[in-house]
């Protein structure tokens, strides 16, 4: 359910979504100026690179302004942007040869329980050797697991937004979650075991 402060914030994007389709560019500048840090934040857990994060954040932009029309309404338009930048920054992957698909098990296979806590790490530690190690175990995980956690964990999407930009059921990402968190340990724990709160 989102809540009542997104409202007005999605009902100003549909104004300004109408102005820029009537012609007024200014009015898609200021959507760009709304959302470039957010995609910028969603673009840096595929690739560190400072210029290709920019030229994936460009893209999306241009491909949202360029599918404007297509914009149906039928979810909100932060929403429909972020569905357009990941499909660019899995595609700039495919293109640059680093394959956004691996091979895995059945990603909708049934897991009992819930997935075990990671440890908190030592307070000693930074928040940059944190962000670090937080990214080289997002890119071990098989992109499925990879986007379902970035957009839940960091961009603090809501299962529903989330379901709309990746165009499955709540059910299949609750499922895809489950088990990227699961992963995430595993890949986390192998790495880095000074995290095992077991050791």
Known sequence: MRSPAME???AEDLSLVRETLGGNQLSFQLLVERYQDRLFSLTRHYTR???EVEDIVQEAFLKAFR???SFQQQSSFSTWLYRIAVNTALDFLKRSGRSPVRAIEDPEAASDGQPPRVAAPDARMDREEISRITHEVLQELPEIFRTVLVLREFEGLAYQDMADILGISIGTVESRLF???ARFKEALLRR???FD???
């Open 179 to 181: 088990r990227a968190r």
């Open 67 to 69: 599918r404007l029309e």
């Open 192 to 194: 880095h075991p000074e």
């Open 49 to 51: 690179n400072a210029v």
């Open 8 to 10: 007005p914030r999605a």
């Open 197 to 199: 709160p077991t050791s």
